[in-house]
Each structure stands twice: as C-alpha cells, then as structure tokens.
C-alpha cells in the first residue's frame, strides 16, 4: 500500500512539473515574437512640434538637424534611431522633451486608463501650418508599429538576400 501511494505522489509531482512546464512554452510563444522581432504595436497620444519661428531653431536636443516625420520620444521606452510607422507615413525617433518623458498630455487628455497610460510621441513639422493640418486630420490617440534599429537592419539585410532584389 505505502508503494502505490508513493508511486501516486512521484506521478502528481512529475504531472505538477509538465503542467508548469507547459505554461513556461505558452508564456514564452506568446512574449518571443516581439522580442525576436523588435517590432511593437502600442497605443500613442501624438503631438506636433515645429520649428520656431522666431528663432528659427529646428535641432533636437544633441543638435542634429530635425525633418518633417522625426519624432520626440521617451527614450527609456523607445530607443533612438527607432523608426515608428504611423497610419499614413513613417517617422525616427531622434529627439526628447520633458512633456513626451512626463506623458502629461496623454494623462490629461486620456479617457480611459489605457489612454492615460499610454506614451507620447511628439512629431516634428516645418511649418504650423503642416503640423494643425495633420493634427486636424488625425485623432489625439493611435496605434503606430515601432521597429527597433537592431531589427530594421536585420529586415533589409533580409530583403537584400530576397532574389529580384537591387
């Protein structure tokens, strides 16, 4: 009798350690695509920047030259160099502000908790006038696709080996 419940203990705590190991491969299927990607999809409140037109100052905070499509970021949760793919058009994360790291227009403006949560991304435009065009045409919140540089790279090395390639 004692080895039949021995031997029932042994196989509930061998039953116990699958099941758990099967949990750990769901957990990871689930989590591994975007790591291994580096691509990913998140809510965003944008804003607009522009050039200042008294001063005529357009450099991000290191000084480099902003563009129209260049974006401020939070770069502890978007890395520099990142290229960010809204609806209509892709822009790089290249610059930073005190607003985009605090999130405060997006938790003044949000309505729900996961628009209160959710990042901003500042896009810089050339003139006013570009930039109320595109805010007039675009709601506050969106989802936008974020590539990391390492997997960028990766992708067009890819595309480079893809036959009919330049």
Known sequence: MRKHRAEIQCHAGKLWRMKLLILGFVIVLFLAPGAIAGEESMLVHVT???RSEKSGQRAAWNGARLRTGDCAVDPRK???GSTII?????GVAVDTGPSV??????????RCAAERNALVID????T????LAW??????FMTVRVVTPESS???KVADANQPGSL
């Open 48 to 50: 607009c920047y522009w």
């Open 135 to 140: 805010t007039n045409a675009h709601g506050r």
């Open 123 to 126: 896009r810089f435009f050339e």
């Open 78 to 80: 978007i890395t520099y």
């Open 101 to 110: 790291v605090s999130r405060k227009p997006a938790r003044c403006h949000g």
């Open 128 to 131: 006013r006038d570009e930039a």
């Open 153 to 155: 790279a990766k992708r």
């Open 86 to 90: 809204f609806p209509d058009i892709e």
